[in-house]
């Protein structure tokens, strides 16, 4: 029985090692790079405020190993105002990288801290920033985008429609242009008095109470700084101020939209809204809209998403 048992465990072996043996093997092959490396420049401050409890915002920033100076794209995060982090940007900035760009993630500041006057000035100190710096980063100063998500859709649409607004624009390297040749945004609102309209009566009560972020955001926290607080509906003239349809003229910026039509949070009118008001001013506006999408959904960073991106960026910005 012993000898039986080796035997069976020696076949085993045998067969082990053979069939090891013959799938191990050595070739060479070759590999075109069409990805180009990427480097990043981590937690780089480019503006300060001392009020502010962070007393800094920062950006990372993703750059494609490419010779020559490239266009820049600034990715702005969402979080419904309460929050905007960077990282957020990390998987469309190395993408973004990878198509060519200068990618560059960046914080702003925050309901309870700030108004949208403040949060929008934030994104234009990036630009003016990474402008002022463009020869340290490889970037085509004359040729910067921007995107954003949500909230960040906002920021950014905001930002592309206001570039002669100077009430958005303080801080540091103010010799610096802060308009943009291009903007992405992805489920971002418009009209904030509007953003529920798509849903029941009583998810529109409660985004149009004074406590939501939206109003939190556009008419700051009761007792900061002297707010009042209080309802958009109840407020018509910052509501007005702080609706990019406003602002919107020939001089707009293309834009490329993006919302599903599944979207629970921002109601995907919202983004037609925006597109029609660009389209009547004669201003170029592609709106696509996602099937079964849901808001911040994984259909947005599918490859064929990605790709409408970056076909977008390239025709304007190349």
Excluded at 235 to 254: G, H, Q, V, W
Aim: proline share 6%; aromatic share 10%.
């Amino acid at each position: 029985m012993l000898k039986k048992k080796f035997f069976i465990v020696l076949v085993a072996a045998i067969v082990f090692v053979t069939s090891t043996c013959a799938a191990a093997k050595t070739e060479v092959i070759e590999i075109e790079n069409v990805v180009p490396e990427i480097g990043l420049h981590q937690n780089v401050t480019f503006a300060q405020y001392f009020t502010w409890p962070e007393s800094r915002l920062q950006m990372d920033i993703y750059m494609p190993a490419v010779k020559g100076k490239v266009p820049a794209v600034i990715f702005v995060p969402g979080g419904w105002w309460l929050t905007a982090p960077k990282v957020a940007g990390m998987q469309i900035c190395i993408q973004l990288a990878q198509a060519g760009f200068v990618a560059a993630s960046i914080d702003y500041r925050t309901i309870g801290t700030v108004n949208y006057i403040e949060a929008i000035g934030d994104v234009k100190a990036a630009i003016r920033y990474l402008r002022a710096h463009a020869d340290d980063f490889n970037i085509d100063k004359n040729k910067i985008a921007v995107i954003g998500m949500s909230a960040g859709g906002y920021l950014a649409t905001m930002v592309g429609v206001t570039s002669g607004v100077k009430k958005f624009n303080f801080g540091d390297y103010l010799n610096e242009r802060v308009d943009v040749q291009a903007v992405v945004d992805i489920f971002g609102p418009t009209d904030l008095t509007k953003i529920a309209d798509d849903y029941p009566k009583a998810t529109q009560d409660m985004y149009n109470s004074p406590g939501a972020p939206p109003a939190l955001f556009v008419n700051g926290v009761p007792c900061y700084k002297g707010s009042k607080g209080g309802s958009l509906l109840d407020t018509p003239e910052t509501a007005r101020d702080s609706n990019p349809l406003t602002y919107i003229d020939k001089n707009t910026p293309p834009f490329l939209i993006m919302h599903g039509n599944a979207d629970k949070t921002v109601s995907p009118s919202q983004s037609k809204l925006l597109h029609d008001a660009l389209i009547k001013n004669g201003v170029d506006s592609t709106h696509y809209i996602i099937n079964g999408a849901d808001h911040a959904a994984a259909y947005f960073y599918q490859p064929k998403t990605f790709g409408i991106i970056v076909d977008f960026l390239n025709r304007i910005l190349r």
